[in-house]
């Protein structure tokens, strides 16, 4: 990583520990190499995924940020990756998917029009109500947990289908089991930020934890729990994700 004022990067461990709010979607039937998706088929989702689990894209930012530019991410995410323990099939979440406004900015402007390749049947994304929420403990405290925030997957930009279509477009090939991590999943104010490098403004402001410990980025004996769950207005229908933690 780049060492403060340095020319040459140094060997070291990070100090700059976060995690990153996702989800991860399973494949279910794959696709010939050479083939591709498209976001409009009505039939993509029940026929290439399988279900979704909570993700933790563990990152170590001051190696990212070193690697990022020309390499993009590398060992500075390659080290760990965390799942909910089991896998919630699309059909249990079916009741809970909700139609969204088709986010025809193509990622670049909202004036862009999208590629072809993204553009949703009936120009609306199928987006599932999921509650998000993370929690912090320190290993000081482990007993006393902090949230520090609490998202939907409906924050994400792009669809499933939108994400699948893409990966797809240079003919690349789906096999059955592979595991797509969505991105950070935010939302508009920082007690909803996926990930500590937005909820701290890159490293420039602190946060209080309920235990009277302040953090910037992921310390040493630190728990980190994604729950996820959808409910409708009967609180007797609950699909649960599990916890997804892991301890620094």
């Known amino acids: 990583m780049e060492a403060g004022g340095s020319a040459s990067p140094v060997y070291r461990k990070t100090s700059v520990m976060d995690f990153e709010l996702e989800m991860g979607i399973f494949v279910g039937q ?19 995924v399988f279900g979704m689990v ?22 500075g995410k390659n080290f760990g990756t965390t799942v909910s323990p089991w896998v919630v099939t699309i059909a249990a979440m079916e009741p809970y998917l909700s139609i969204c406004s088709s ?8 004036g862009d029009e999208l590629s072809p390749h993204l553009v949703m049947d009936s120009g609306k994304r199928r987006m599932f109500d999921i509650n998000l929420e993370v929690g912090l403990a320190s290993g000081k405290h482990p007993e006393i947990e902090t949230i520090v925030s609490r998202s939907n997957f409906k924050n994400l930009h792009w669809s499933i289908e939108q994400m699948l279509a893409h990966h ?7 096999r059955s089991g592979d595991l797509l991590g969505t991105g950070t999943i935010s939302g508009n104010d920082a007690a909803s930020y996926g990930s500590l490098l937005e909820k701290t403004w890159g490293g420039r402001k602190t946060f ?14 630190d728990r980190v729990t994604l729950r996820g769950f959808c409910q409708d207005e009967d609180p007797r229908r609950r699909v649960g994700f599990g916890e997804c933690s892991g301890i620094v």
């Open 168 to 174: 797809t477009v240079s003919g690349c090939n789906m």
């Open 30 to 48: 794959g696709t010939p190499l050479g083939s591709t998706l498209a976001a409009g088929d009505p039939a993509l989702m029940d026929r290439h």
């Open 103 to 110: 986010g025809s900015g193509s990622g670049h402007g909202d």
């Open 54 to 75: 909570l993700m933790n894209d563990w990152s170590a930012r001051d190696i990212q940020k070193y690697e990022y530019v020309p390499l993009g991410p590398f060992t």
């Open 208 to 221: 209080s934890l309920d235990s009277g410990e302040t953090r910037m980025y992921l310390e040493d004996g």
